[in-house]
Antibody, heavy 120, light 107 residues
């Protein structure tokens, strides 16, 4: 059974850097075609994809946020970390991590999400 | 970026009804189209991928069709737990993009 869970601060100040950790079980990021993605959803709005990291270290990013994002994986700890710099109130959202397998269902397993509020 | 446009934005229906939600891509995306369901306060749930393939565990009352730029999600015989928001997503190319959502409400 695949599970994912996001952790990190729920309140950050403008200009600060956000660091979120996705801890997962039930799969390995060493496995062929497997990836973990980060997505977010501002209150009352649609989903926005942010970044993906794959088993082969391939990284993909939203072009509009690329300069602010970093994604890393720790295969031994079964974790993926997303950092987003220069946070702004418009970045207030629920942040999700999700499992993806190329050639299979899209984001077939999601974490519960973590609401991050950006406010001074 | 590929823009995904869903219609309608909201829809009222009754238990037992059959409903169809449409998703249009701003350019051709082949078969790389997925659908998600999201209940209030919950994470999205994968329903369909590759236009019409059901995610494991999803009941057959959900079906998807379409090709190129125009796609549909059909839910037959609505049950109370089906009233939620539905999103389409393309994965033909990066950035991965979602539609704005269709809120399905009880009439």
């Amino acid at each position: 059974q695949i599970t994912l869970k996001e952790s990190g601060p729920t309140l950050v100040k403008p200009t600060q850097t956000l660091t979120l950790t996705c801890s997962f079980s039930g799969f390995s990021l060493d496995s062929n075609q497997v990836g973990v993605g980060w997505l977010r959803q501002p209150p009352g709005k649609t989903l926005e994809w942010l970044a993906l990291i794959y088993w082969d270290d391939d990284e993909r990013f939203s072009a509009s946020l690329r300069s602010r994002l970093t994604i890393t994986k720790d295969t031994y700890k079964n974790q993926v970390v997303l950092t987003m710099t220069n946070m702004d109130p418009v970045d207030t959202a629920t942040y999700y991590c999700a499992h993806r397998k190329l050639g299979g269902p899209q984001f077939d397993n999601w974490g519960q999400g973590i609401l991050v509020t950006v406010s001074s | 970026d590929i823009q995904m446009t869903q219609s309608p934005s909201s829809l009222s229906a009754s238990v037992g009804d059959r409903v169809t939600i449409t998703c249009r891509a701003s350019q051709g995306i082949g078969i790389y189209l997925a659908w998600f369901q999201q209940r209030p306060g919950k994470a999205p749930r994968s329903l369909i991928y590759d236009v019409s393939r059901l995610q494991s565990g999803v009941p057959s009352k959900f079906s998807g069709s379409g090709s190129g730029t125009d796609f549909t999600l059909t839910i037959s015989s609505l049950e109370p737990e089906d009233f939620a928001t539905y999103y389409c997503q393309q994965y033909d190319s990066y950035p991965l993009t979602f539609g704005q959502g269709t809120r399905l409400e009880i009439k």
